[in-house]
């Protein structure tokens, strides 16, 4: 039987009489966790200089969504922010250091999910928003509908008033040097060099990364905020020489991105069209909800068990409302970061770290 609001002041009143103080539930705490993809990340091929500036960006992203948690703001906010600052970092494939299609386009997807209300928003196929996550919280909070994609998405955006940018504004050099090489492995036409690119550097640029470093490249950010709410965020560039049109499954609802109060939020990364057949995100959150497993046990099943026997590659971070986080991956190395309040900054690359 439920208690009732004067039930309520009675209890309080009884207890005052016996010197007892009535006290709200104490409020959650907030926790903040953060992937840059995964991929071939290993220490021999990888340069101490561009080992450092990952670290140091993915702090940095981490550090916007917590100061908000700390503030007491919300975890959609959290995420929010931390995935707009790896949208302008062009050392992640999202926003400005998305990855080029085969015809030589940026084509932008994103996914946002609140635990509470089970509200999303989603976009695909966004070549002039510049931060392809607020489009998609756009979506959810000012339009009827989920999924939007291609030049209608961005014109909701501009309708929207979200900042818009040329889509030469996404445009670096190692990734285009990066299509390049790749179309002609795969006997590939070149396509012409973007309108607005800056000019052909004279002297070949240096590789700061390994070369199958972003093949799963996507950022993604899961926030559990001081009022127990959770939320998932997720933003990609896509698979480097896409065609047709391809999407993955970052900004597919249950495949690359999901999040309820009822299990867990959670954010993908990897081979999209494997996570959309096993739906992962969704799949980790029902053995957490319908099976009671511990975060980490689900996350671990999901991706070491069932990605694994499908062959598929790639890797999750999750959070309960409980302040349970995990992250799992079965390739070399996962970009990633997290933070409980109160407790010590975790960033980790490779998959020989905690």
């Not at 957490?288 to 511990?294: A, F, L, Q, R, T």
């Amino acid at each position: 039987m439920g208690r009732t609001k004067t039930g309520f002041v009675g209890a309080a009143i009884v207890m005052a009489s016996l010197g007892i103080s009535a006290q709200q539930p104490p409020s959650s705490h907030w926790g903040i966790v953060l992937h840059g993809g995964a991929g071939i990340l290993q220490r021999a091929s990888m340069k101490p200089e561009t080992e450092a500036a990952y670290r140091a960006s993915l702090k940095q992203a981490l550090q916007a969504g917590a100061e908000i948690l700390d503030r007491g703001g919300s975890s959609l906010d959290a995420v929010e922010a931390a995935v707009r600052i790896m949208e302008d970092d062009p050392l992640f494939n999202a926003g400005r250091g998305s990855v080029f299609t085969a015809d030589g386009r940026i084509e932008l997807d994103a996914a946002i999910m609140d635990g509470a209300t089970l509200k999303a928003g989603a976009v695909a196929d966004v070549t002039r928003t510049r931060h392809p996550i607020s489009l998609a919280r756009a979506v959810m909070e000012k339009s009827p509908h989920v999924f939007l994609v291609g030049p209608g998405a961005d014109a909701f955006s501009m309708q929207a008033g979200l900042e818009q940018v040329d889509p030469s504004f996404f445009f670096t050099e190692r990734r285009w040097q990066s299509l390049i090489k790749e179309l002609k492995k795969e006997g590939l036409p070149i396509p012409n060099r973007p309108a607005g690119a800056p000019p052909e550097p004279k002297e070949p640029i240096a590789e700061i990364e390994p070369e199958e470093a972003h093949k799963f490249g996507t950022v993604g950010v899961v926030a559990l905020d001081r009022h127990g709410d959770i939320a998932a965020g997720t933003s990609t560039g896509g698979t480097q020489a896409k065609r047709w049109g391809r999407v993955g499954d970052s900004p597919v609802i249950g495949a690359g991105t999901y999040a309820s109060n009822q299990s867990c939020a959670v954010s993908a990364t990897g081979t999209g069209e494997y996570f959309i057949r096993l739906t992962v995100a969704r799949e980790v959150c029902a053995l957490v909800e319908y099976k009671n497993m511990p975060l980490q046990q689900a996350v671990d099943q999901v991706i070491h068990k069932e990605l694994t026997a499908l062959r598929g590659d790639g890797g999750v971070i999750a959070i309960t409302p409980d302040g349970q986080m995990a992250w799992s991956f079965n390739t070399p190395g996962m970009y990633r970061a997290r933070q409980a309040e109160g407790g010590k900054v975790e960033v980790g690359i490779y998959n020989d770290e905690p």
